[in-house]
């Protein structure tokens, strides 16, 4: 009952946030600087990390599709799954699991230890706001960031999906590549990139808002990162059920 | 005496069952520097924040230059936190910012003037805290004493009319701490700043106290000049002033 009761009063915290991180948004000057550094920071720094991520979960995928549909005489369509797969599943999740842990941990351990070091305070007292600082700039770029990302996950993870699918089937790379893009529309494409929107909004509020609410002197950073990465990872596990049921209605 | 420009009248605030003040009652003077003193963790910052907004005391009123804190909007609070600065307990200056940055900070929030205008205060304010010429420097690479110097000029870098000192010469070398001292001396004779410094240290309150008021029992037990202090009735209080003294008869 009173896991159910913080619950609720954490949403409610991360609905203000975000309504909040929306207003500031809209507020001249904007603050362009601030959400490119984020950009480079938590967008452009994540590229290897999911690279490797996407390369060998594509590769993976292939192998057990070819393998496991071989008794069925189906493992033709090993490249019709694995783009399948990767493009509305796990291209989005997986990337959004391992940047969430990287980059949203990230942003609990900075604000958090601007938190209980004052700086949250000072930026305060010296005429300026820490949502219009501090969260907004990093929502916003995850959000952006998040799903170029997860793009970059999608093509890689179909190519080293067909790269497995051609040694292990035995047919050519041309043949899977076809195969792949005849099998993906465009919805797919948005059915993933829908959802990896929400994850980097995700990432980045739950990140901040555990940083804005750390207390307890380093002890307390350390607490607040760990709790971070699971109630993000949490997150989007929960929200992509819930989203996947949605666009399939909506989409197909 | 002339009207106070800062009220405290009934302030109550707790944290959860924590309850900090029953019933906090203070006047500040313009142009005097006023002590608060007590134990650890009574709550002398918290009666700093709530000053300027940072915290919001669950009941009582605080008032400010005739207006009341508590119902200050974004913008009037704004203007507040411009005519009162504070300086943090350990300075909080920005890791990420230079000291020159740091300085420039409020200047920026605040529309102090063009960036020439701008890089003339911040070698002004360095001036006065005896520091010329570190702008380059970032806050990693200063000691603690320096620390607070930069942490102050970057108070009264918008020219303030009111500043507090969050415990200003806790942790120093007696070097710096006369040194802070003066620093807090020439502020108020020169720009006739009011000041509220929180101390733990007997000779700052000695040095530079008009009137010092004590924490105890939830609420300023004690406000008066220091002659006033050391022949009153509470014990408690004489006892924190001889102690920090470094008397040990005292006598029943
Ligand atoms: N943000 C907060 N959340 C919860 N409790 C807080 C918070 N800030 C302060 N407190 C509590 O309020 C009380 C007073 O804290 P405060 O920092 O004002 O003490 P202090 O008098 O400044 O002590 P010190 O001399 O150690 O700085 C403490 O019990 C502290 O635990
Ligand atoms: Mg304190």
């Known amino acids: ?252 | 005496m002339a009207e106070p420009i800062i009220r405290f009248s009934g302030v109550t605030k707790s944290f959860g069952d924590n309850s900090v003040y029953e019933g906090l009652d203070l006047e500040i003077h313009r142009g005097e520097t006023l002590t608060i003193i007590g134990g650890s963790g009574v709550g002398k910052s918290v009666c700093l924040k709530m000053l300027i907004g940072l915290m919001v005391p669950d009941a009582g009123t605080i008032h400010a230059f005739g207006q009341s804190v508590t119902e200050l909007g974004d913008q009037g609070l704004i203007s507040l936190r411009s005519r009162i600065a504070m300086l943090f307990q350990g300075a909080a200056l920005f890791d990420s910012m230079s000291v020159e940055d740091n300085i420039k900070y409020p200047l920026i929030e605040h529309n102090w003037g063009t960036p020439g205008e701008m890089n003339k205060r911040v070698s002004e304010v360095l001036e006065m805290v005896d520091m010329p010429g570190i702008q380059k420097l970032k806050p990693a690479e200063l000691s603690g004493g320096m620390r607070k110097r930069v942490g102050l000029a970057r108070s009264i870098a918008i020219k303030p009319e009111v500043i507090l000192y969050d415990e200003p010469t806790t942790g120093l070398d007696p070097v710096n701490v006369r040194r802070i001292n003066g620093l807090i001396l020439s502020l108020q004779e020169r720009l006739g700043v009011t000041s509220i410094v929180v101390t733990h240290d007997m000779d700052t309150v000695f040095t530079i106290t008009d009137r010092l008021a004590l924490v105890y029992e939830k609420r300023i037990a004690f406000a008066g000049t220091p002659d006033e202090a050391r022949n009153h009735d509470l014990m408690y209080l004489r006892e924190f002033i001889q102690g920090g003294r470094g008397t040990l008869d005292i006598d029943f």
């Open chain 1, 1 to 252: 009952m009173n896991g159910f009761r913080e619950l609720l009063v954490s949403v409610g915290e991360i609905s203000a946030l975000t309504v909040a991180s929306v207003r500031e948004l809209f507020k001249r000057p904007f603050e362009s600087r601030l959400i490119v550094h984020q950009l480079e920071q938590g967008g452009y720094d994540s590229w290897s990390i999911t690279v490797l991520a996407a390369g060998f979960t594509g590769m993976v995928l292939s192998l057990q599709f070819a393998i496991g549909l071989e008794p069925f005489g189906a493992s033709m369509y090993t490249g019709k799954l694995v783009s399948l797969g990767i493009v509305r599943e796990l291209g989005p999740v997986l990337t959004a699991l391992l940047v969430g842990g990287r980059v949203g941990s990230g942003y609990t351990a900075e604000i958090g230890s601007m938190n209980v070091t004052e700086q949250v305070d000072a930026i305060r007292a010296l005429g300026a706001d820490p949502v219009r600082k501090l969260v907004m700039p990093r929502v916003v770029a995850m959000t952006i960031a998040l799903p170029l990302l997860t793009i970059m996950a999608d093509i890689v993870g179909c190519l080293s999906g067909a790269f497995i699918t051609m040694l292990e089937v035995g047919v050519t790379f041309r043949f899977v590549f076809d195969q792949m893009t005849e099998t993906l529309w465009v919805v797919d494409l948005l059915h993933g990139l829908s959802k990896s929107v929400f994850f980097g909004y995700l990432i980045g509020v739950i990140g901040c808002w555990n940083g804005l609410r750390t207390f307890g002197g380093t002890e307390g950073v350390g607490i607040a990162t760990t709790r971070t990465v699971v109630y993000i990872s949490i997150a989007i596990l929960v929200s992509d059920f819930a989203l996947t049921r949605i666009f399939l209605a909506i989409y197909g």
